[in-house]
């Protein structure tokens, strides 16, 4: 019975073990999606398909070559960088700008290492070591990590979409290497890893804490730059625009600036135009003696034209200038 008993644990535990890395790779792949996927979208379908095999395979490769090393830190900090650079190339768009989504890779990567040193830190703080993998405190550290990581991609994301294309350069790169700029001070202050678990607790929490400051300083600056940023932009587009015509008018319908910019055609300067009027889909279709579905069709490739989502993001296009 009791070797019957030491076989279901250990089967219970395989089918644990299973389970943890299954959520904790599901929670990564999640924060990659929403930032690479949301924000720079792949242009072409094979592009699509290798940075979705890339997402999922990131966190169980990773984890698999650090254990394998025998718990090499370098080694799974340079599978991670490697990773996101490749996520990186594979989501430049179609005028090859790298720029953004390399922005996003690096970012994304250092924010990954400071929150991973941070959660060790405050487990060697609170637990008095830094548990054996495959234990339950292990994965219990490594959860709360990967939830963070998420809470901090929607927050990223929720940023990032609103910056502008102007954004300079050196404020960039600021943001996204004052986590790993961060990560080194810790590491400088703090010693050796020999030395700081010779040394106890304190060290262990100092570097928490610290860490957790950085991340918190770099979101306000982050969040506080979006907004101005943001403001500014809506600043100069609105002097242009009082120096420029109306894009459209009830009188004189569409301007030709309009038409040749986003390359529209009659026809769907005439879907556009009764739209503008307040015309339902149906409306339009009696209108200009269309199939409904064709009318829809006409939209579609119209929001595609534009970049806009819908109708009140085209109306608001079209109105605001």
């Known amino acids: 019975m009791s070797m019957l008993t030491q076989a279901i644990e250990q089967e219970l535990s395989i089918l644990a073990i299973i389970f943890a890395e299954t959520l904790l790779a599901a929670l990564r792949f999640t924060a990659l999606w929403a930032i690479f996927y949301l924000l720079h979208r792949p242009k072409t379908k094979v592009r699509l398909i290798l940075a979705i095999i890339i997402m999922i395979l990131q966190y169980p490769l990773c984890r698999i070559l650090f254990l394998s090393s025998g718990g090499i830190l370098m080694v799974r900090i340079a599978c991670d960088t490697l990773l996101f650079f490749t996520l990186g190339f594979l989501y430049k768009d179609e005028n090859g700008d790298l720029f953004r989504p390399l922005i996003s890779a690096f ?145 004189q319908g569409l301007s030709a600036a309009f038409l040749e910019k986003y390359e529209i055609t009659p026809r769907e300067k005439e879907v556009i135009e009764a739209m503008l009027h307040g015309k339902t889909d149906k409306e339009i279709s009696v209108k200009l003696n269309l199939a409904v579905n064709t009318v829809q069709v006409h939209l579609k490739r119209i929001y595609r034209k534009t970049g806009t989502a819908g109708r009140f993001a085209l109306s608001s296009l079209i109105r605001g200038g």
């Open 107 to 251: 970012y994304f990567n250092g924010m990954l290492q400071l929150n991973n040193y941070i959660m060790r830190s405050y487990m060697f703080a609170f637990y008095g070591a830094i548990p054996a993998y495959y234990s339950f405190w292990s994965y219990f550290w490594k959860t709360i990590e990967g939830i963070i990581i998420v809470l901090w991609a929607v927050f990223y994301y929720r940023m990032a979409r609103n910056m502008t294309a102007k954004s300079p350069l050196s404020f960039s790169l600021l943001t996204v290497l004052t986590p790993l700029a961060g990560l080194a001070i810790i590491a400088a202050s703090s010693g050796s890893a020999r030395y700081i678990l010779e040394y106890g607790v304190n060290v262990f929490l100092f570097a928490g804490l610290f860490g957790t400051l950085i991340v918190i300083l770099n979101m306000v600056v982050f969040y506080l730059y979006t907004k101005l940023s943001v403001a500014h932009e809506a600043l100069v587009f609105a002097g242009e625009l009082a120096k420029t015509p109306p894009v459209w008018t009830v009188e």
